[in-house]
């Protein structure tokens, strides 16, 4: 149950930094701004990325 919860937040993060990717009119100002949301979307994918794979491993773990 806690892994398919992690999963549905790395997809969610995934989808929201697709969405940063799609080209926009911006102004300059925006830019950065959007290249910040980046990176902090970009850490919390690496972060659940992580968390599931850990969690993975002590679901198998387990099941042996």
Same mark, same amino acid.
Not at 40 to 44: D, G, H, K, M, V
């Given at each position: 149950v806690e892994v398919t &919860? =992690?999963?549905q937040q790395k997809d969610e993060l995934c989808a929201q930094i697709r969405d940063l990717k799609v080209p926009? &009119? =911006?102004t300059s100002?925006?830019?950065p701004e959007l290249k910040k949301k980046l990176r902090?979307?970009?850490?919390?994918d690496k972060e659940r990325s992580?968390?599931?794979s850990q969690m993975t491993a002590k679901?198998?773990?387990q099941e042996q």
């Open positions: &919860h =992690l999963q926009l &009119h =911006l100002d925006s830019i902090e979307l970009e850490t919390r992580e968390e599931i679901i198998k773990q």
